[in-house]
């Protein structure tokens, strides 16, 4: 279980990112936040692995204030949260496989992984990981090698083989097409109902956010301006969180190819 307790965050150049912020967000819900750029979605995401840090407030994650951990507590809190970038972050000159055992570093000795000594468990749960994203028969290929929507499987196969009990998604789809970003969108949302990993992605195509989140979260100028079931939410509601009328490119539409 994820708290925020009156958090909120001021940039060092004054810029407010979260402006005290309470909010619940339980184990297992998959959860998508909604904003304008700029509302804020990357600092609250960001601060829940303290890649940020709030600068008053507390901010519970299982049971502990994590706004007061430093070194040996970072490294362990990281360890189990699995995050996902809008640019994919995988080492483009490695492998696949490579790239996606890197998801063990947290559990292998600094020496070990120095000479990538992972173990054969290692190996076989990074290739499972492949297989349920289906990229499994791009194992010896470079990631560069990849298009946009296999890069990004590749690395949520990374973060499984992390095995997290809680994952973040910035912008995941930002970067690819609409049938890709739905194909995505399914993998990340299957993971969470068979795995119940309790999963927080942001989003700003409207329609996505309708599609696949259970609960909508919506932003502005660093607070939170609405928090409900994605079934009671409408045109108006984003209108709301906007606080501006839906355009044409706030949806993303498409399908995913078969
Ligand atoms: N490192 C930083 N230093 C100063 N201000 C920052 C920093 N990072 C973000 N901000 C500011 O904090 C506010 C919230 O930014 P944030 O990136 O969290 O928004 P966002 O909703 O994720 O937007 P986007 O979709 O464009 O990433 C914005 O005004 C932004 O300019």
């Given at each position: 279980?994820?708290?925020?307790?009156?958090?909120?965050l001021?940039?060092?150049?004054?810029?407010?990112?979260l402006?005290?912020?309470?909010?619940?967000?339980n184990?297992?819900?998959?959860?998508?936040?909604?904003?304008?750029s700029?509302?804020?979605?990357?600092?609250?995401?960001?601060?829940?692995?303290?890649?940020?840090?709030p600068?008053?407030?507390?901010l519970m994650?299982?049971?502990?204030?994590?706004?007061s951990?430093?070194?040996?507590?970072?490294?362990?809190?990281?360890?189990?949260?699995?995050?996902?970038?809008?640019?994919?972050?995988?080492?483009?000159?490695?492998?696949?496989?490579?790239?996606?055992?890197?998801?063990?570093?947290?559990y292998?000795?600094?020496?070990?992984?120095?000479?990538?000594?992972?173990?054969?468990?290692?190996?076989?749960?990074a290739?499972?990981n492949?297989?349920?994203?289906?990229?499994?028969?791009?194992?010896?290929?470079?990631a560069?090698?990849l298009?946009?929507?296999?890069?990004?499987?590749?690395?949520?196969?990374?973060?499984?083989?992390?095995?997290?009990?809680?994952?973040?998604?910035?912008?995941?789809?930002?970067?690819?097409?609409?049938?890709?970003?739905?194909?995505?969108?399914?993998?990340?949302?299957?993971?969470?109902?068979?795995?119940?990993?309790?999963?927080?992605v942001?989003?700003?195509?409207?329609?996505?956010?309708?599609?696949?989140?259970?609960?909508i979260?919506?932003?502005?100028?660093?607070?939170?301006?609405?928090?409900g079931?994605?079934?009671?939410?409408?045109?108006?509601?984003?209108e709301?969180?906007?606080?501006?009328s839906?355009?044409?490119?706030?949806?993303?539409?498409?399908?995913e190819?078969?």
């Amino acid at each position: 279980m994820i708290t925020f307790e009156n958090v909120s965050l001021v940039y060092p150049n004054g810029t407010q990112g979260l402006k005290d912020i309470n909010i619940q967000i339980n184990e297992g819900e998959f959860v998508v936040i909604v904003g304008l750029s700029g509302a804020g979605k990357s600092t609250f995401i960001r601060s829940i692995n303290r890649l940020v840090t709030p600068t008053s407030g507390k901010l519970m994650v299982n049971g502990d204030n994590i706004l007061s951990f430093k070194g040996k507590e970072l490294r362990h809190l990281r360890k189990k949260i699995g995050m996902i970038f809008q640019s994919y972050n995988l080492v483009k000159r490695s492998t696949v496989m490579k790239n996606v055992i890197a998801g063990r570093l947290g559990y292998t000795d600094t020496w070990k992984s120095i000479f990538h000594l992972f173990s054969e468990k290692d190996r076989q749960l990074a290739y499972e990981n492949l297989k349920r994203v289906n990229i499994e028969s791009k194992l010896y290929s470079r990631a560069d090698e990849l298009s946009g929507g296999q890069q990004q499987r590749v690395s949520i196969a990374r973060v499984l083989t992390q095995q997290p009990t809680l994952l973040l998604a910035d912008e995941p789809v930002a970067s690819l097409d609409p049938p890709t970003s739905h194909q995505v969108m399914k993998y990340l949302k299957q993971i969470n109902k068979e795995d119940n990993i309790t999963t927080i992605v942001n989003l700003h195509f409207i329609d996505m956010a309708m599609e696949y989140a259970d609960r909508i979260i919506g932003m502005r100028d660093g607070e939170i301006v609405y928090d409900g079931p994605a079934s009671s939410v409408s045109e108006k509601t984003f209108e709301e969180i906007y606080g501006r009328s839906i355009r044409e490119d706030d949806i993303i539409g498409g399908e995913e190819h078969e």
